[in-house]
């Protein structure tokens, strides 16, 4: 205590007053009555903010209230009735006076930025309600304004008390601009990246992405400075570098969810031994199916218009064309998924077949469905597929399978 009492009074406080009982009594007394009076006018402000809100239907009042926008206001009551008695308080010392009223300026200072931060959470929390801006990523604007604010209310807050003009500050930071860089790096990284993000159109917040790279596959839930946050197919969180959307490689599927149907591309593969022509018998057999009988008939003509006008022997198959049961299987997927009621005709739509694996021949069907919910979606893959599994042994094919091997 003599220590500070010594090096007050040689800075020029009265010694009379700087720890008298009167000073700190009367300092209790005005801190307290700044207190009193803060919470006075708080419980005024908040009531009347909750009535204007429950007598309007618009939004931003409640969202005033709950970013504590009447409780910060309040906050400067204390500035304004101490700053009114600084003069009483100090009772004549210069000194003490000055001190106070720099203090008191800092605590402005302060009070201000935490009353911007709360209009600014109502802003983005308003606009985020809005469509237009509910995939933007508004958190990180909000940070890059934060981060501005502090860095002003730090830099007022030093010329404040070392009564230093504030250009003498802004001169200092060419000097600091490598500690800045270095330590702020993901900061600005993480900013330059929001503004291409934003600007092109990449990512949006409810956008279901990929980044097998950091094992995320899910929605984005946020988008701020420093990550973007992804909420997994199993609820699990991952947190990746805003920076990284830029310089990882990423899978949107938003085009799939804003198109007319999400795709099926699945193989089957069939037993190449099993693959053989179809005799006439089979042939009429086929002619039973409802939704085939047109296509067999029509296939079957034109086949034996093209033998006729060549005079070949057909008794042998491989003159002239003939129809083959993988080609008919083929034919007939096609013709079911063109029929099928979940299918998209407005896209592409076709049963290929891929050059033949160890495995099989693959045929591969190509077709997008009508419902891109993904639970709708694979049950419709399964039931169109449960369906071509089974009717493969009626063209006389076998699916590939890899058979257990005795043990001798």
Same mark, same amino acid.
């Given at each position: 205590?003599?220590?500070?009492?010594?090096?007050?009074?040689?800075?020029?406080?009265?010694?009379?007053?700087?720890?008298?009982?009167?000073?700190?009594?009367?300092?209790?007394?005005?801190?307290?009555?700044?207190?009193?009076?803060?919470?006075?006018?708080?419980?005024?402000?908040?009531?009347?903010?909750?009535?204007?809100?429950?007598?309007?239907?618009?939004?931003?009042?409640?969202?005033?209230?709950?970013?504590?926008?009447?409780?910060?206001?309040?906050?400067?009551?204390?500035?304004?009735?101490?700053?009114?008695?600084?003069?009483?308080?100090?009772?004549?010392?210069?000194?003490?006076?000055?001190?106070?009223?720099?203090?008191?300026?800092?605590?402005?200072?302060?009070?201000?930025?935490?009353?911007?931060?709360?209009?600014?959470?109502?802003?983005?929390?308003?606009?985020?309600?809005?469509?237009?801006?509910?995939?933007?990523?508004?958190?990180?604007?909000?940070?890059?304004?934060?981060?501005?604010?502090?860095?002003?209310?730090?830099?007022?807050?030093?010329?404040?008390?070392?009564?230093?003009?504030?250009?003498?500050?802004?001169?200092?930071?060419?000097?600091?601009?490598?500690?800045?860089?270095?330590?702020?790096?993901?900061?600005?990284?993480?900013?330059?990246?929001?503004?291409?993000?934003?600007?092109?159109?990449?990512?949006?917040?409810?956008?279901?992405?990929?980044?097998?790279?950091? !094992?995320?596959?899910? $929605?984005? /839930? %946020?988008?701020? @400075?420093?990550?973007?946050?992804?909420? &997994?197919?199993?609820? *699990?969180?991952?947190?990746?570098?805003?920076?990284?959307?830029?310089?990882?490689?990423?899978?949107?599927?938003?085009?799939?969810?804003?198109?007319?149907?999400?795709?099926?591309?699945?193989?089957?593969?069939?037993?190449?031994?099993?693959?053989?022509?179809?005799?006439?018998?089979?042939?009429?057999?086929?002619?039973?199916?409802?939704?085939?009988?047109?296509?067999?008939?029509?296939?079957?003509?034109?086949?034996?218009?093209?033998?006729?006008?060549?005079?070949?022997?057909?008794?042998?198959?491989?003159?002239?064309?003939?129809?083959?049961?993988? !080609?008919?299987?083929? $034919?007939? /997927? %096609?013709?079911? @998924?063109?029929?099928?009621?979940?299918? &998209?005709?407005?896209? *592409?739509?076709?049963?290929?077949?891929?050059?033949?694996?160890?495995?099989?021949?693959?045929?591969?069907?190509?077709?997008?469905?009508?419902?891109?919910?993904?639970?709708?979606?694979?049950?419709?893959?399964?039931?169109?597929?449960?369906?071509?599994?089974?009717?493969?042994?009626?063209?006389?094919?076998?699916?590939?399978?890899?058979?257990?091997?005795?043990?001798?």
């Amino acid at each position: 205590m003599h220590i500070i009492f010594d090096f007050l009074t040689g800075m020029g406080w009265s010694t009379t007053l700087a720890w008298g009982a009167d000073f700190m009594l009367l300092s209790i007394i005005l801190l307290t009555c700044a207190w009193l009076l803060r919470v006075f006018v708080r419980f005024i402000l908040v009531r009347l903010f909750h009535r204007i809100a429950s007598s309007t239907k618009t939004t931003i009042d409640d969202a005033l209230i709950e970013n504590k926008f009447p409780k910060n206001i309040s906050r400067f009551v204390p500035y304004f009735f101490l700053s009114a008695a600084v003069g009483f308080w100090a009772n004549g010392n210069s000194t003490i006076e000055n001190w106070l009223h720099a203090l008191l300026d800092v605590y402005a200072v302060f009070v201000t930025i935490i009353t911007l931060r709360s209009l600014l959470r109502t802003l983005k929390q308003e606009l985020q309600s809005r469509t237009q801006f509910k995939d933007k990523p508004i958190e990180s604007y909000i940070q890059v304004v934060m981060i501005f604010l502090w860095g002003i209310g730090l830099l007022l807050s030093f010329s404040i008390i070392s009564g230093k003009d504030l250009v003498y500050f802004f001169t200092g930071l060419g000097a600091l601009s490598a500690v800045i860089l270095l330590v702020f790096k993901d900061t600005i990284l993480g900013f330059v990246a929001s503004i291409q993000i934003a600007a092109n159109d990449l990512v949006r917040i409810g956008d279901w992405i990929t980044m097998e790279s950091y !094992g995320a596959d899910g $929605s984005v /839930i %946020e988008i701020n @400075l420093s990550t973007i946050k992804i909420q &997994n197919f199993d609820n *699990t969180i991952t947190t990746v570098p805003t920076y990284k959307l830029l310089s990882s490689s990423i899978k949107n599927w938003r085009g799939m969810s804003e198109s007319e149907g999400r795709r099926v591309k699945r193989p089957l593969y069939i037993r190449a031994s099993s693959v053989r022509f179809l005799s006439d018998e089979e042939l009429n057999n086929l002619t039973q199916l409802d939704r085939f009988k047109t296509v067999v008939s029509e296939k079957k003509a034109e086949i034996a218009a093209y033998n006729e006008s060549l005079k070949t022997d057909t008794s042998i198959p491989l003159n002239g064309r003939n129809l083959t049961n993988i !080609g008919l299987f083929r $034919s007939y /997927i %096609e013709t079911y @998924l063109e029929q099928h009621p979940s299918i &998209n005709q407005n896209l *592409t739509v076709m049963c290929r077949q891929l050059a033949p694996t160890p495995n099989g021949i693959p045929l591969e069907v190509y077709a997008f469905t009508t419902d891109k919910a993904w639970k709708n979606h694979e049950m419709i893959s399964a039931d169109i597929f449960d369906h071509i599994l089974a009717s493969a042994s009626f063209f006389h094919l076998t699916l590939f399978e890899f058979e257990q091997q005795g043990i001798v």
